[in-house]
């Protein structure tokens, strides 16, 4: 199974922060893969989809880029409302598999 | 509205056969490219894709348990039900019933609000 690594496992950062979190595949997964944001006690929340494109209604400091095995989330300006958990997912073949997760707190 | 709804027994002895329902409602699973996947976390722990039904009724599952669970639907209910046999303590976890579309190319646009299942003795 293709897996998927997510870099870092923590991330402390400020309001207005720009934040980067990555996400590696261990082979090719094209442009498949999805950001989620997870909020304590809460389901997923869909963020980005083929890599690139911004569900609709996600605020617009959110994108994302990569492609082939390496991909990134940023937030341009942190607000208080990010600090959540935020998950890579790819869903180029089966079994689709999620990272294992990056957490962004308060610094 | 479009919603999702788990449920199933909050708690389940080893060895027993656990059952989750998800009820949806708002769309059909019948639509071209509509999917309906089921998701795991364990507490405090990452999310886990488990198996997923398409709208042709073909079937998907993760490697690690595709001898243990099965996925199946009723259309005429709008229910996705998932089935793990022989649970064991490991697979306390809160379910999630998930959908994708052809709209967002696979990725998961709505989401259950999860049932925890408990397997204790």
């Known amino acids: 199974d293709i897996q998927m690594t997510q870099s870092p496992s923590t991330l402390s950062a400020s309001v207005g922060d720009r934040v980067t979190i990555t996400c590696r595949a261990s082979q090719t997964i094209y442009n498949w893969l999805a950001w989620y944001q997870q909020k304590p006690g809460k389901a997923p929340k869909l963020l980005i989809y083929?890599?690139?494109i911004l569900e609709s209604g996600v605020p617009s400091r959110f994108s994302a880029s990569g492609s082939g095995t390496e991909f990134t989330l940023t937030i341009s300006s942190l607000q208080p409302d990010d600090f959540a958990t935020y998950y890579c997912?790819?869903?180029?073949?089966?079994?689709?598999?999620f990272g294992q997760g990056t957490k962004v707190d308060i610094k | 509205q479009v919603t999702l709804r788990e449920s199933g027994p909050a708690l389940v002895r080893p060895t027993q056969t656990l059952r989750l329902t998800c009820t949806f409602s708002?769309?059909?699973?019948?639509?071209?490219?509509?999917?309906m996947s089921w998701v795991r976390q364990p507490p405090g722990k990452a999310l886990e894709w488990l198996a997923l039904i398409d709208w042709a009724d073909d079937k998907f599952y993760t490697t690690s348990l595709k001898t243990r669970i099965t996925i199946s639907k009723d259309t005429s209910k709008n229910q996705v039900v998932l089935t793990m046999t022989n649970v064991d303590p490991v697979d306390t976890a809160t379910y999630y019933c998930?959908?994708?579309?052809?709209?967002?190319?696979?990725?998961?646009?709505?989401w259950g609000q999860g049932t925890l299942v408990t397997v204790s003795s």
């Open positions: 083929k890599a690139s």
């Open positions: 997912q790819r869903y180029n073949s089966y079994p689709w598999t």
């Open positions: 708002g769309f059909s699973l019948t639509t071209n490219g509509m999917c």
């Open positions: 998930a959908r994708s579309t052809s709209w967002t190319l696979g990725a998961f646009d709505l």
